[in-house]
């Protein structure tokens, strides 16, 4: 046995690269991160198309660091500006990372990701197939058969079975990405969790409770934009606009009596309250911006920029 074998965290034995977490909407991508990272950075929901921006989260082992991005449900069909938006940033990433972390449902393995895994597999970076939410599978034959095809149909072989909701299978897969990366010392220091700023989570966060209450009223229609944040002494004052496409979508955003939006802003608090590890108070405003979510301009002007 050399010194290396019995000290991992030698520098010199240490790895450190990039992990794309890529695959069709709806998969689990975004808990899959979560749960490598122990802790909710990235919001999730049982809507297709819930994450819009790419978001890096860094989880650091004593054999090194693995440096992951959460992109946007790579899909086919839908037409608007903020859909071309969400491919062109999920595909960039694929060019640029280590490895591919491709997500595809135990349940479900359908033309998407048919059309995503021939994309994949014409890269130079390596894939690592994750079958994620195999908790919901009794039926191991299944499994099997899915494997069989992505090594068989696709030239696939690195595949690991997953369950990012029950936290199954992840040691597994996160030893099999650190293998994958370079010899290299960490990029980032290992108490920092992602590059985004909490601007940018409090605005996701405040998203996430739209999606999960409204997505039926308001598929597209809503995105928010953080007007103020601000430290005082036992607090963090934040303030935050919901836009909306039309005026009818204001009520439904508000609710009667205001109710919606209550629930809205109490549940985002006390999930940022839980992120921050701080006292939090929210303050939601509701505006309408025309065909915001079609409009090349507009949606520069709210931060979605490649
Ligand atoms: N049963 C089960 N459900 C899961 C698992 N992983 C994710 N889910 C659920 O699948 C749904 C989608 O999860 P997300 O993490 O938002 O999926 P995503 O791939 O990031 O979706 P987009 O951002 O829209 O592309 C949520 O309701 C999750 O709770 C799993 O391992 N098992
Ligand atoms: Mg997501």
New binding site residues.
Partial sequence: MTHADQNPSDPSEQRCGYVA?A?????????????MLGQKL???????????HQILGIRTVPEGQMVFI????IHRTMPKAINRYMNRVARAVLQDVDVVAW?I?ATHFGPDDEALGRELGRLNTPVVCVV?????LADKQTLLQLAQRLSGEFGFDNIVM?????K?GLDELGERLLKLLPFSRPFFDEDELTDRSERFIAAEFVREQLIRRLHQELPYAATVEIEGFAREPNLVRIGAVIWVERSGQKGIVIGKGGATLKEIGSSARSALESFLGEKVFLELWVKVKKGWSDDERALQSFGYVD
């Fill in positions: 977490i695959g069709r909407p709806n998969v689990g991508k975004s808990t899959l991160l979560n749960a990235a919001i999730t929901a049982h809507k297709p198309q819930t994450t819009r959460d992109t946007p449900g997500v449902d994620n939410k195999v908790d919901l997953v369950s990012a909701l029950k199954k």
